[in-house]
């Protein structure tokens, strides 16, 4: 889902004459020792880059659209006492479990929910963290201080991001870019400031599923002429159209523990090509009612959520595609996935016998 990079198309970007790259295609011959810096994006990505190359570059200036919810990551070394504890068999499935349960809890149905008490709790968390960090630095409280439902945005977990926006040498920019020169990048406040390098942080195209592939459905269509810019399957596994095609971590399975999503979708298509061997089917299908049905269930129930209720203004989000629907995200708890992948991988699919053109002059042959 985080592989099409999501390159900007600001006016000027091509003559800046300075190193500019996307942070996945990082360009390690450039040494940014001593350099004036400009770091587009505050997502995950920022987080994880700005406490790293602050701290070597003269000048960071740090260009942000929106602020993102942070949350403290809380990462530590483990005791050796505590790494014994987890090595043996059974304590490490009490481990699993707990992880299994606590996930459950806070990828479950209410979380996503603007109003729910956790998603209450987790925004506050959100806001006690900015208070901890920046208690001395109103200008910065209210520039990284998040404007919409928590959960609006994929969420940041990082305990080194906040201090490095308090360093000197960084400069955090609460506008989006407007236009770059040959040797400057002016934000939408109008401010030109000069730079030597340019990193950009723009994230992904995470709602343009499977776009290095072409797949023909059995009416002609290829499978992204089928969505039209709105993705969609059952479990983010099979479509309805493609015989025998299945994928993992298709539309609307992220936001659960992908991993376990991922084992549960395996098993789906497990059970399906069993039922196929079974009757003696060479292909098997899903059920274009039950795809249909199943995507106005869980629409409406996206709806409720952050990830389709944005701030004003606000354009696309890591959840959207491009018709404004939700792609990305399942948010009925990781149970419920388990359940419908048991189900589906049963019931949802027509198995049938495929005759292909030559055996058909055969079988007419014969006849």
């Given at each position: 889902?985080?592989?099409v990079?999501?390159?900007?198309?600001?006016?000027?970007?091509?003559?800046?004459?300075?190193?500019?790259?996307?942070?996945?295609?990082?360009?390690?011959e450039?040494?940014?020792?001593?350099?004036?810096?400009?770091?587009?994006?505050?997502?995950?990505?920022?987080?994880?880059?700005?406490?790293?190359?602050?701290?070597?570059?003269?000048?960071?200036?740090?260009?942000q659209?929106?602020?993102?919810?942070?949350?403290?990551?809380?990462?530590?070394?483990f005791?050796?006492?505590?790494?014994?504890?987890?090595?043996?068999?059974?304590?490490?499935?009490i481990?699993?479990?707990?992880?299994?349960?606590?996930?459950?809890?806070?990828?479950?149905?209410?979380?996503?929910?603007?109003?729910?008490?956790?998603?209450?709790?987790?925004?506050?968390?959100?806001?006690?963290?900015?208070?901890?960090?920046?208690?001395?630095?109103?200008?910065?409280?209210?520039?990284?201080?998040?404007?919409?439902?928590?959960?609006g945005?994929?969420?940041?977990?990082?305990?080194?991001?906040?201090?490095?926006?308090?360093?000197?040498?960084?400069?955090?920019?609460?506008?989006?870019?407007?236009?770059?020169?040959?040797?400057?990048?002016?934000?939408?406040d109008?401010?030109?400031?000069?730079?030597?390098?340019?990193?950009?942080?723009?994230?992904?195209?995470?709602?343009?599923?499977?776009?290095?592939?072409?797949?023909?459905?059995?009416?002609?269509?290829?499978?992204?002429?089928?969505?039209?810019?709105t993705p969609?399957?059952?479990?983010?596994?099979?479509?309805?159209?493609?015989?025998?095609?299945?994928?993992?971590?298709?539309?609307?399975?992220?936001?659960?523990?992908?991993?376990?999503?991922?084992?549960?979708?395996?098993?789906?298509?497990?059970?399906?090509l069993?039922?196929?061997?079974?009757?003696?089917?060479?292909?098997?299908?899903?059920?274009?009612?039950?795809?249909?049905?199943f995507?106005?269930?869980?629409?409406?129930?996206?709806?409720?959520?952050?990830?389709?209720?944005?701030?004003?203004?606000?354009?696309?989000?890591?959840?959207?595609?491009?018709?404004?629907?939700?792609?990305?995200q399942?948010?009925?708890?990781?149970?419920?996935?388990?359940?419908?992948?048991?189900?589906?991988?049963?019931?949802?699919?027509?198995?049938?016998?495929?005759?292909?053109?030559?055996?058909?002059?055969?079988?007419?042959?014969?006849?």
């Open positions: 889902m985080l592989n990079i999501n390159y900007p198309d600001w006016p000027g970007l091509d003559t800046f004459s300075g190193p500019k790259f996307h942070t996945a295609r990082w360009e390690h450039h040494d940014l020792k001593d350099k004036t810096v400009a770091f587009v994006g505050t997502g995950c990505t920022a987080a994880q880059v700005i406490p790293e190359i602050a701290p070597v570059v003269k000048q960071l200036y740090v260009f659209r929106e602020p993102g919810h942070v949350m403290p990551k809380g990462a530590r070394n005791s050796n006492k505590e790494r014994s504890l987890r090595r043996g068999p059974v304590a490490s499935r481990e699993r479990l707990k992880c299994f349960l606590e996930g459950a809890q806070v990828r479950g149905t209410t979380v996503p929910v603007p109003g729910s008490r956790l998603n209450e709790k987790c925004a506050r968390l959100c806001t006690d963290y900015i208070h901890e960090v920046f208690h001395d630095r109103p200008d910065l409280i209210d520039k990284v201080t998040p404007r919409y439902p928590f959960y945005k994929r969420i940041i977990l990082a305990d080194d991001f906040y201090p490095a926006l308090r360093r000197d040498n960084v400069e955090l920019i609460p506008k989006a870019v407007e236009r770059v020169t040959n040797n400057s990048v002016v934000a939408a109008g401010v030109e400031r000069e730079v030597d390098v340019l990193v950009l942080g723009t994230g992904f195209q995470p709602a343009n599923f499977l776009a290095q592939l072409e797949i023909m459905g059995k009416h002609g269509k290829t499978l992204h002429e089928l969505w039209d810019d969609r399957a059952v479990l983010g596994v099979a479509v309805a159209g493609f015989p025998n095609f299945y994928m993992l971590y298709g539309p609307n399975s992220n936001g659960g523990e992908i991993l376990f999503h991922e084992e549960q979708q395996m098993g789906y298509i497990i059970r399906a069993k039922r196929m061997i079974r009757q003696g089917a060479s292909a098997i299908e899903l059920k274009q009612s039950v795809m249909d049905r995507n106005r269930w869980l629409q409406r129930r996206l709806r409720r959520t952050s990830f389709g209720r944005r701030a004003v203004g606000f354009k696309l989000g890591y959840y959207r595609s491009p018709s404004g629907t939700v792609v990305t399942w948010n009925q708890g990781l149970t419920l996935f388990w359940l419908l992948c048991k189900l589906f991988g049963r019931f949802a699919s027509n198995a049938y016998r495929h005759t292909s053109p030559l055996e058909a002059v055969r079988e007419s042959k014969t006849s």
